[in-house]
C-alpha cells in the first residue's frame, strides 16, 4: 500500500510538471507460484482545482416521536401500593372512632388572666448596742424600733422576722389593672399594705384608685425588699413614719410631652397620715404633686431629678406642709459587663407642722452609694443627716451605714450590715444586721 501511495506521489508531480514517464516492461521472471494479473498502467492525475465553497447546511426538525407507553407496574409495586392502601383505610376508619370532644367555650373578661402571685420574706438576724450595752430582742409585733427619741429602727439581738408579702398582680379588662399585697409586718398581724386598681386605656395617662404608697420622691414608694439597705433612711421615718406615707387616694399620672422623659403626678388622699395629716376633717385631706424628668448622659449614664409637695390639714388644727427634691444617678456598663453598675441616690425632705408640739419644722437628707463588684456581690452605704433645720426643740441625727450585698439571681439576696447613729443628748446605737430576702411566684418589675 505503502508503494503504491509513493507512485500516486510521484505521478502528481510529474503531471504539474507537465512530463509523463513512459511505462516500461517489468522483466519476466521465473515463475514460483502463478502470476497475478499485470497492474494497469498509471495514467497522469487530473490538475487539482480549489474545492467549491461548501453549501450551507440547513436542518430540518424531526418528525414528532409517539410517546412511550409506560411501563407496567410491577408485581412488588403493585403488592406495596395495596399494602398502603389498606394502612390508609384502617387510619380512616381509627379517626372516625375517636371520641368527638366539645371545644372549651371562650373565657370573657373576668377571668380570661389568672392572676401572678408572688410571695416575699425578710428573715433578719441582728445584735445591737445602746449607748455599748447589748440589747435585748424584740419580741413580738413589728421588727424594727427606735432605741431612743430622734433615732430610727433598729432590730434588736437575736431572730426575727422583718416583713412577708404577698402580692397578686392581674389584668381586670382591657381598661383595668389591678394590684393587691398583703403585709405581716414582723410576726402578727395582717394588713392590706396596698390595694388598688389601675386604669391604662388612656394613652400618657394612667390613673391610680385605691390603697398604695404614694410617689413622693424616691424612697417612699420602694418596698422594704427592694432597699439597698435593710431599713429606711432616718429622715424618710422621721417625717413619714415606718410605714410611709401610704394611705387611700386617687392619683393621676401623666407623661408630658417634652423631648426628654417627664412625668407629672397629681393626687389626693383622704388625709388620715397619724404624723403629717390625721385632723379628722371630712374635708381634712391631702393633696400630693410630683414632677420626675429623667435625662440620658449617655448610652450607659442616666440621671433623675424629681420635685415632690404635699399639703394638708393636720390633727393640730393647723396645715402640715412636706417638700422634696431627690436626684438618682445610674451608671451601667456595656455588652459582657452590663453587670458592672453604679447607682447613686440622694433626697431632701423638709415638713412644717403648724401647731405640733414637737418637730414642727424640720428637714433631713440621706444619699445611698450602690456598685456592682461582680454580677452577683455588691457593696454600697448610706449616709443621713436630720437637723436641716433642726428641730426647735434642739439635736440633730446622724448615722453612717455599710452594707455588703450577694444576690445569686433575682429572686434571693443576703445582705450583711453595720450601722451606727449619733443621736440627740449623746447617745450612740451601733448594730450589725443580716437580711436573708428570698422572693417565690412571680417576680415584677421594679420601678426604674
Not at 339 to 362: C, F, H, I, T
Not at 396 to 404: D, Y
Amino acid at each position: 500500500m505503502s508503494v503504491l501511495l509513493a507512485l500516486a506521489g510521484l505521478g502528481v508531480s510529474a503531471a504539474y510538471a507537465g512530463e509523463v514517464p513512459a511505462a516500461a516492461p517489468a522483466p519476466a521472471a521465473p515463475p514460483l507460484v502463478p502470476a497475478a494479473a499485470p497492474a494497469p498502467p498509471l495514467v497522469p492525475a487530473a490538475p487539482q482545482t480549489a474545492p467549491a465553497a461548501n453549501p450551507p447546511v440547513t436542518f430540518e426538525p424531526a418528525p414528532p416521536s409517539e410517546p412511550a407507553a409506560p411501563d407496567a407496574a410491577s408485581p412488588s409495586d403493585a403488592a406495596r401500593i395495596a399494602a398502603l392502601e389498606a394502612r390508609l383505610a384502617a387510619l380512616e376508619a381509627e379517626q372516625v372512632a375517636l371520641p368527638q370532644v366539645e371545644p372549651a367555650p371562650a373565657q370573657t373578661f373576668p377571668g380570661l388572666l389568672n392572676p401572678s402571685i408572688s410571695f416575699n420574706g425578710l428573715f433578719l438576724g441582728s445584735a445591737q448596742w445602746n449607748d455599748g450595752v447589748l440589747a435585748e430582742p424584740h419580741v413580738g409585733g413589728e421588727a424594727g424600733e427606735a432605741a431612743f427619741p430622734g433615732g430610727g429602727e433598729t432590730f434588736g439581738t437575736g431572730l426575727n422576722v422583718q416583713e412577708m408579702e404577698l402580692q397578686l398582680r392581674s389584668v381586670v379588662d382591657p381598661y383595668f389593672n389591678a394590684s393587691i399585697t398583703l403585709a405581716i409586718p414582723g410576726t402578727e398581724g395582717v394588713e392590706a399594705e396596698e390595694a388598688y386598681v389601675q386604669l391604662t386605656a388612656v394613652p400618657r395617662l394612667l390613673v391610680n384608685v385605691g390603697k398604695f404608697k404614694q410617689p413622693f420622691g424616691r424612697e417612699n414608694a420602694t418596698h422594704t425588699h427592694a432597699l439597698l439597705t435593710v431599713d429606711k433612711s432616718l429622715v424618710g421615718q422621721r417625717i413619714f413614719g415606718g410605714e410611709g406615707l401610704n394611705d387611700v387616694a386617687v392619683n393621676a399620672q401623666l407623661l408630658l410631652p417634652t423631648p426628654w422623659y417627664s412625668e407629672l403626678t397629681l393626687g389626693v388622699d383622704r388625709g388620715t397620715h397619724d404624723v403629717l395629716l390625721g385632723s379628722g376633717d371630712s374635708l381634712g385631706v391631702g393633696g400630693m404633686a410630683h414632677w420626675k424628668n429623667l435625662f440620658d448622659l449617655s448610652y450607659e449614664t442616666s440621671i433623675e431629678l424629681g420635685v415632690s409637695g404635699l399639703v394638708g390639714k393636720n390633727a393640730f388644727d393647723g396645715t402640715s406642709v412636706v417638700g422634696g427634691v431627690d436626684l438618682t444617678l445610674k451608671s451601667h456598663g456595656r455588652g459582657s459587663r452590663q453587670w458592672n453598675r453604679l447607682v447613686w441616690q440622694s433626697e431632701y425632705l423638709v415638713m412644717k407642722r403648724e401647731g405640733a408640739p414637737e418637730d414642727a419644722s424640720v428637714g433631713g437628707l440621706y444619699s445611698t452609694v450602690e456598685y456592682a463588684l461582680t454580677r452577683r456581690l455588691w457593696v454600697g452605704g448610706r449616709f443621713d443627716y436630720v437637723g436641716l433645720p433642726e428641730p426647735v426643740e434642739g439635736g440633730h441625727s446622724l448615722a453612717a451605714t455599710g452594707i455588703l450585698v450577694l444576690a445569686p439571681t433575682e429572686f434571693s439576696a443576703v445582705r450583711l450590715q453595720y450601722q451606727r447613729q449619733w443621736l440627740p443628748d449623746g447617745h450612740v446605737v451601733d448594730s450589725v444586721t443580716s437580711q436573708l430576702n428570698f422572693t417565690i411566684g412571680a417576680h415584677p418589675a421594679h420601678s426604674y
